[in-house]
């Protein structure tokens, strides 16, 4: 398995290749890769019915106990059928899709490597592997989202998406770093089976938060729904697999995965209840406000999105049983419509559904496709998706917590949602002919393999539901998520209750809704100047002030001036310092001065040089200052017996003094940029970082926590390096790339002190193309 996963970014990078090879035949290629994962992981399903989870370990660096290792069990493997079956399913329809396009080959890569990314998050075993993957699928969704690059919005949509579900990414590592440390375990599998009961951790309240950011960010949960409908710039194949199988779910899988151990306390079960019902009323509401067909669909994803989530936050066994059925069959008739609504726009050449109708004469089996499909998004028996509606309806009539507004959100929800499924199965095909901009015919036969599989397999598990309930795939799938064995038992008919009637009673009104459709958009326009306030305003409101104040620091720090950087970078250093010497640990001052005279005049002349050099109007006389500084170290060394370094200070210090009047005679004169208090600020900041340090050199001189190390330089200097001179040791041999840096750096500074040199005032004027000149004639406002 793990050699599966990983080849599918091996094909991914290979497919620019097969595309030169195989042309237009190159989707049908691709997705035998999917298809044989899919056979393989059906071939797997009756060891994980039977024996339960299969652990599947590759050894990785066996030395520090690394491994790849994918855990299979029943959510694993829904999961990852869903993945592949529809992976299949959309690479066969983007072959006809986006036949002759001239990114065929990007499009490829970076699809089979979001498959491979997404099948890798729902396997893995490791918590830091999940996270790897979790970015990945990040990363490539971005690439898919602008795929369209020369279009102004889909770079923007692309940028929005990435910039949402990476911020909720590092809320989520950090959340599984909490697990890992809460658990004592970096392996699902182990933290699935230990006996600790995570939920009266301390760290069980800022580790879930960070989990759920991470999870509803991914998975489209208000308050950060609004990146979903966006991402609909992607071309329509993506669409259809980012809301079907991949990315969307990628949270929905999170939360059902940390179910077990992290579920059932009041503060999952009221955010992940509450959060869900709220998301899944507004994808519903603000789906009927849209005629893009896309975005009516995207907004439904929203809703099933949220229901999910609220499943799982009642957490019933009932709530459980529905989870699986309702994702197995949002999968399946969402993939379905998203192609639908491709193959409309394809062969139509417009996504407004008020654009269209009247195309059942020319486009007949696309619109059995999409009514097959829009009745088990709506719920109607005997479609899969009836099945998975009323299981909700029971689940949220037995919820413990905030059972009436879970009760009124789902039967509205419903209601809208059956709207919008009446919206994208009627209004294409029936009434009125309507002219389009391009002439309507049948999609090819590679559209419509697709979503015909998918509708018509909704239709047959709809009649068949058993085939999924006892000893078989939902009844695995739902004891992981409960943690517990759980049996479920699927049947269209359950009878006469309370969610049949809330259930018809939705139907009815949602076709209503429909028939006033458009007078019920006009009046919901209406509403436009509030909704512009809502959470995507918020987003961009943060990127703007993101951006000024990017340009305010920018302008403060970033200014040009060489002065100010060094005033910057002495106040964090006074603030870290001061902060450690000062606050956290005492300045330690037991030492005793052993200084002779000759000495304290060396110190002395040094420092007067380091004074008259700050305040010297001239400046030479400001170099020959510096030059007394630099030769009094020199003496100091001396005197303290390193007459190497010595000769080597008066070496740089000569050079320097040289160089620097060199360079004096094409500098300007000295100006007076400064007024008296920013030097006085000066003053006092550089007053302060010279008691900092010295107090820093004395601490650290009165601390004796390590052993020296001048014993094992003096014994060993002769006998591993062979020199007796310590210091020159040290440079050549225990510094060595040290020493060669240093070089380097010197050999740098020495070449742009001879560029420095060899130029020639006015060498360039006159040589100036139009174009510069025109370049300078604005000044740059950065």
């Not at 370990?57 to 079956?85: Q, Y």
């Not at 097959?372 to 299981?391: D, Q, T, Y």
Request: proline content about 4%; aromatic content about 10%; hydrophobic content about 55%.
């Amino acid at each position: 398995m793990q050699f599966a996963v990983l080849m599918g970014f091996v094909l991914a990078a290979s497919s620019p290749l097969l595309n030169r090879w195989f042309g237009e035949r190159t989707s049908l290629l691709l997705a035998l890769f999917p298809a044989l994962l899919a056979g393989w992981l059906f071939s797997q399903a009756p060891l994980v019915l039977s024996d339960g989870p299969q652990l599947l370990e590759w050894s990785w660096v066996p030395s520090l106990g690394i491994s790849l290792s994918f855990l299979l069990d029943g959510l694993s493997l829904l999961f990852g059928l869903l993945i592949t079956v529809i992976g299949t399913c959309v690479l066969v329809y983007a072959g006809g899709y986006l036949k002759g396009h001239q990114d065929i080959a990007r499009f490829h890569l970076a699809l089979v490597a979001f498959m491979a990314s997404m099948l890798g998050l729902v396997l893995a075993d490791g918590l830091l592997t999940l996270f790897i993957f979790w970015e990945l699928t990040s990363i490539t969704s971005y690439l898919l989202i602008g795929f369209n690059h020369t279009d102004i919005e889909a770079r923007k949509s692309a940028r929005q998406g990435l910039f949402v579900t990476v911020a909720g990414g590092l809320a989520l590592m950090a959340g599984l770093v909490l697990l890992g440390i809460a658990s004592g375990s970096w392996s699902l599998s182990e933290i699935l089976q230990s006996d600790d009961d995570l939920r009266q951790h301390a760290l069980y309240a800022p580790m879930l938060i960070c989990l759920l950011l991470g999870a509803f960010t991914k998975s489209a949960q208000f308050p950060f729904h609004f990146w979903l409908p966006n991402a609909m710039a992607a071309p329509t194949p993506v669409s259809a697999y980012l809301h079907s199988a991949t990315m969307v779910k990628a949270g929905i899988y999170l939360l059902a995965r940390l179910q077990p151990e992290l579920g059932g306390t009041a503060m999952w079960v009221t955010i992940l209840s509450v959060v869900g019902a709220t998301t899944m009323l507004t994808g519903a509401f603000l789906a009927i406000h849209h005629t893009n067909i896309k975005k009516l669909l995207a907004y439904s994803t929203i809703m099933a999105l949220g229901t999910l989530t609220m499943l799982l936050g009642i957490g019933s066994e009932y709530a459980m049983t529905a989870f699986v059925t309702f994702l197995l069959a949002h999968s399946m008739y969402k993939g379905a419509l998203f192609m639908v609504a491709g193959i409309l726009d394809h062969e139509t050449g417009t996504k407004d559904v008020t654009a269209m109708g009247g195309l059942r004469s020319v486009m007949p089996v696309t619109a059995v496709i999409a009514f097959v499909a829009a009745l088990s998004l709506a719920g109607v028996p005997p479609l899969f998706g009836f099945i998975g509606k009323e299981l909700m309806l029971e689940a949220a009539l037995g919820a413990e917590r905030v059972q009436l507004l879970l009760v009124l959100f789902a039967f509205l929800a419903a209601i809208l949602t059956i709207a919008v499924a009446a919206i994208v199965a009627l209004r294409p095909f029936y009434g009125a002919r309507h002219e389009t901009p391009q002439i309507p015919h049948e999609a090819p036969l590679s559209m419509l393999i697709g979503p015909g599989l998918l509708a018509f397999g909704s239709l047959a598990l709809g009649l068949a539901p058993a085939v999924l309930g006892a000893d078989a795939l939902l009844t695995s799938a739902a004891t992981a998520v409960a943690g517990e064995t759980l049996p479920v038992s699927l049947s269209l008919w359950y009878g006469v209750n309370v969610a049949l009637i809330m259930s018809v009673v939705s139907l009815i009104f949602g076709f209503l809704l429909f028939k006033r459709w458009d007078s019920v958009r006009a009046q919901l326009a209406r509403l436009a100047p509030v909704m512009r306030h809502g959470p995507e305003a918020g987003y961009e409101g943060l990127m703007n002030g993101v951006v000024r104040f990017s340009e305010w620091q920018t302008r403060l720090l970033q200014n040009g001036y060489m002065r100010n950087y060094i005033l910057v970078m002495l106040v964090v250093l006074i603030a870290l310092i001061g902060n450690s010497i000062l606050l956290r640990h005492s300045p330690q001052l037991a030492l005793s001065l052993d200084v002779r005279f000759h000495e304290v005049i060396v110190v002395g002349t040094m420092a007067m040089g380091a004074l008259f050099a700050t305040i010297s109007r001239s400046r030479l006389g400001a170099v020959v200052s510096v030059g007394i500084m630099g030769f009094s170290i020199a003496l100091i060394f001396i005197l303290f017996s390193a007459p190497d370094l010595g000769i080597t200070q008066l070496l740089v210090e000569t050079m320097t003094v040289i160089l620097l009047v060199l360079v004096l005679f094409r500098l300007p004169r000295f100006s007076n940029l400064s007024t008296n208090l920013e030097r006085i600020r000066d003053g006092a900041v550089a007053a302060t970082m010279g008691v900092l340090i010295f107090l820093l050199i004395i601490t650290a001189w009165s601390i004796d926590q390590f052993e020296s190390i001048s014993t094992y330089m003096v014994e060993n200097s002769a006998p591993l390096a062979y020199g007796r001179n310590i210091v020159n040791v040290i440079l050549v041999d225990y510094r060595a790339l040290d020493t060669l840096g240093e070089m380097f750096v010197l050999a740098l500074a020495a070449i742009g002190v001879i560029a420095m040199l060899k130029l020639r005032h006015g060498e360039t004027e006159g040589k100036a193309t139009d174009s510069d000149k025109a370049s300078v004639k604005e000044p740059y406002d950065g």
